[in-house]
Nanobody, 115 residues
Framework: VQLVQSGGGLVQPGGSLRLSCGAS????????MSWYRQAPGKERELVARISSTGKNINYADSVKGRFTISRDNAKSTVYLQMNSLKPEDTAVYYC?????????WGQGTQVTVSS
Protein backbone atom coordinates (compact mmCIF):
# COMPACT_ATOMS: atom_id res chain seq x y z
CA VAL A 1 0.00 0.00 0.00
CA GLN A 2 1.27 3.44 -0.89
CA LEU A 3 -0.37 6.82 -0.34
CA VAL A 4 1.46 9.73 -1.96
CA GLN A 5 0.36 13.23 -1.06
CA SER A 6 0.80 16.45 -2.98
CA GLY A 7 -0.27 20.03 -2.51
CA GLY A 8 0.04 22.09 0.62
CA GLY A 9 2.35 25.00 1.32
CA LEU A 10 2.11 28.53 2.62
CA VAL A 11 -1.07 30.55 2.14
CA GLN A 12 -2.47 33.76 3.55
CA PRO A 13 -5.55 33.73 5.77
CA GLY A 14 -8.66 33.48 3.64
CA GLY A 15 -6.82 31.67 0.90
CA SER A 16 -7.31 28.23 -0.59
CA LEU A 17 -5.29 25.08 -1.11
CA ARG A 18 -6.01 21.65 -2.50
CA LEU A 19 -4.40 18.51 -1.21
CA SER A 20 -4.25 15.31 -3.25
CA CYS A 21 -3.51 11.76 -2.17
CA GLY A 22 -2.79 9.15 -4.83
CA ALA A 23 -3.23 5.54 -3.77
CA SER A 24 -1.76 2.29 -5.02
CA UNK A 25 -1.39 -1.27 -3.83
CA UNK A 26 -5.02 -1.87 -2.91
CA UNK A 27 -8.47 -1.69 -4.46
CA UNK A 28 -9.08 2.00 -3.90
CA UNK A 29 -12.78 1.91 -4.72
CA UNK A 30 -13.39 -0.58 -1.89
CA UNK A 31 -12.16 1.64 0.92
CA UNK A 32 -13.24 4.78 2.65
CA MET A 33 -10.54 7.43 2.82
CA SER A 34 -9.80 10.07 5.41
CA TRP A 35 -7.81 13.22 5.98
CA TYR A 36 -6.24 13.96 9.37
CA ARG A 37 -4.10 16.80 10.62
CA GLN A 38 -1.68 17.34 13.44
CA ALA A 39 -0.69 20.75 14.70
CA PRO A 40 2.44 21.29 16.80
CA GLY A 41 1.91 20.08 20.34
CA LYS A 42 -1.50 18.64 19.56
CA GLU A 43 -2.88 15.19 18.85
CA ARG A 44 -3.68 14.09 15.32
CA GLU A 45 -7.33 14.78 14.56
CA LEU A 46 -9.79 13.69 11.92
CA VAL A 47 -10.58 16.44 9.44
CA ALA A 48 -12.83 14.69 6.92
CA ARG A 49 -13.65 11.25 5.63
CA ILE A 50 -15.44 9.85 2.62
CA SER A 51 -16.95 6.45 2.02
CA SER A 52 -15.83 4.14 -0.76
CA THR A 53 -18.58 5.34 -3.11
CA GLY A 54 -18.44 8.94 -1.99
CA LYS A 55 -22.03 8.89 -0.77
CA ASN A 56 -21.17 9.33 2.91
CA ILE A 57 -18.99 12.21 4.07
CA ASN A 58 -18.14 13.51 7.53
CA TYR A 59 -16.34 16.70 8.53
CA ALA A 60 -14.90 17.97 11.76
CA ASP A 61 -16.99 20.85 13.07
CA SER A 62 -14.00 23.16 12.76
CA VAL A 63 -13.84 22.78 8.96
CA LYS A 64 -17.50 22.38 8.00
CA GLY A 65 -18.48 24.77 5.24
CA ARG A 66 -14.86 25.51 4.37
CA PHE A 67 -13.30 22.17 3.42
CA THR A 68 -14.53 19.67 0.85
CA ILE A 69 -13.38 16.07 0.57
CA SER A 70 -13.85 14.24 -2.72
CA ARG A 71 -12.51 11.24 -4.54
CA ASP A 72 -11.95 10.00 -8.06
CA ASN A 73 -12.02 6.22 -8.01
CA ALA A 74 -10.87 6.04 -11.63
CA LYS A 75 -7.70 7.88 -10.64
CA SER A 76 -7.38 6.26 -7.18
CA THR A 77 -7.09 9.72 -5.69
CA VAL A 78 -8.72 11.51 -2.80
CA TYR A 79 -8.74 15.30 -2.52
CA LEU A 80 -9.18 17.89 0.19
CA GLN A 81 -10.19 21.33 -1.04
CA MET A 82 -9.55 23.88 1.68
CA ASN A 83 -11.09 27.33 1.40
CA SER A 84 -11.26 30.29 3.75
CA LEU A 85 -8.18 29.04 5.50
CA LYS A 86 -7.43 30.26 9.01
CA PRO A 87 -4.18 30.35 10.98
CA GLU A 88 -5.57 27.59 13.19
CA ASP A 89 -5.67 25.30 10.16
CA THR A 90 -1.88 25.26 10.20
CA ALA A 91 -0.80 21.65 10.61
CA VAL A 92 0.69 18.66 8.89
CA TYR A 93 -2.08 16.97 6.93
CA TYR A 94 -2.20 13.22 6.36
CA CYS A 95 -4.39 11.08 4.18
CA UNK A 96 -5.33 7.66 5.49
CA UNK A 97 -6.78 4.48 4.07
CA UNK A 98 -10.04 3.64 5.77
CA UNK A 99 -13.26 5.16 7.10
CA UNK A 100 -12.86 4.41 10.82
CA UNK A 101 -9.77 2.28 10.40
CA UNK A 102 -6.33 3.68 9.67
CA UNK A 103 -4.75 0.99 7.59
CA UNK A 104 -2.08 3.16 6.05
CA TRP A 105 -0.88 6.76 6.05
CA GLY A 106 0.43 9.21 3.51
CA GLN A 107 3.75 10.91 4.11
CA GLY A 108 2.16 14.11 5.39
CA THR A 109 2.22 17.58 3.92
CA GLN A 110 2.67 20.89 5.69
CA VAL A 111 -0.06 23.52 5.44
CA THR A 112 0.84 26.91 6.90
CA VAL A 113 -1.68 29.72 7.05
CA SER A 114 0.02 32.98 7.82
CA SER A 115 0.22 36.55 6.64
Amino acid sequence: VQLVQSGGGLVQPGGSLRLSCGASGFTFSSYGMSWYRQAPGKERELVARISSTGKNINYADSVKGRFTISRDNAKSTVYLQMNSLKPEDTAVYYCSQGWAERFAWGQGTQVTVSS
